[in-house]
């Protein structure tokens, strides 16, 4: 620990997990207990996640990982902190319908991914019954959101959308239907899926729907 972050920790207190990025050492055995985590959060879900087991799975000690997460929902936070920064960055297109299109075709993949689905169900259904895993998952919608919300607001500039859209909400309207599919209807998560999605967006939003 350096000597700022301990200097920061005696006056407000240990820092909440996700919130100090680490170097070196440090940063690869982050990067090795977060792995494990998701691993063991897509296998066997958040009521079974038990840190011992993750320190396990990631070859550091149980100390190590209880002194630094100290908490499953703490550890899950984490998780979510750097799954919203591993996002790929957003790449414009110029138009409104391909750049709603890439997103949506972001989002399939990574639901439709075995690992990752499974992971994203077993975090959200934590999140309907803990606090602190809610607010991560918020944070997490919340950066990838802003991500991709200036490919409305530059629409609206060019003139494909009227003045006053909501570009957050274009956006969610987007991964909605893609994530009923993930955690209600059980429909196909396929590339299809994901263009109707975008489609479907663009079309209300071009109509004024998100006009506020």
Not at 66 to 81: E, K, N
Not at 123 to 142: G, K, N, Q, W
Not at 167 to 185: D, H, T
Request: with cysteine; aromatic share 4%.
């Amino acid at each position: 620990m350096t000597d700022d972050l301990r200097e920061r920790e005696r006056a407000t207190g240990p820092a909440e997990p996700g919130t100090v990025r680490p170097g070196g050492r440090t940063a690869r055995v982050r990067a090795a207990v977060l792995d494990a985590a998701g691993e063991a959060l897509a296998e066997q879900g958040f009521a079974h996640l038990d840190l011992a087991d993750v320190a396990r799975r990631a070859g550091v000690g149980k100390t190590t990982v209880y002194r630094r997460w100290g908490t499953v929902t703490g550890l899950v936070a984490d998780l979510l902190t750097e799954l919203a920064e591993r996002s790929r960055p957003r790449t414009g297109t110029g138009s409104l319908l391909e750049d709603l299109r890439a997103h949506a075709h972001m989002v399939r993949g990574t639901l439709a991914d075995p690992r990752q689905g499974a992971l994203f169900k077993a975090v959200i259904a934590a999140a309907t019954c803990d606090s602190r895993t809610a607010e991560a998952l918020h944070r997490f919608y919340a950066v990838r959101v802003d991500e991709w919300a200036p490919c409305v607001e530059q629409a609206v500039e060019r003139g494909e959308l009227p003045r006053g859209t909501d570009a957050r909400e274009v956006i969610r309207a987007v991964s909605a239907p893609l994530y009923f599919r993930l955690l209600a209807s059980g429909g196909p998560l396929d590339e299809e899926s994901a263009d109707r999605a975008a489609e479907a967006a663009a079309r209300a939003a071009r109509a004024g729907i998100y006009v506020v």
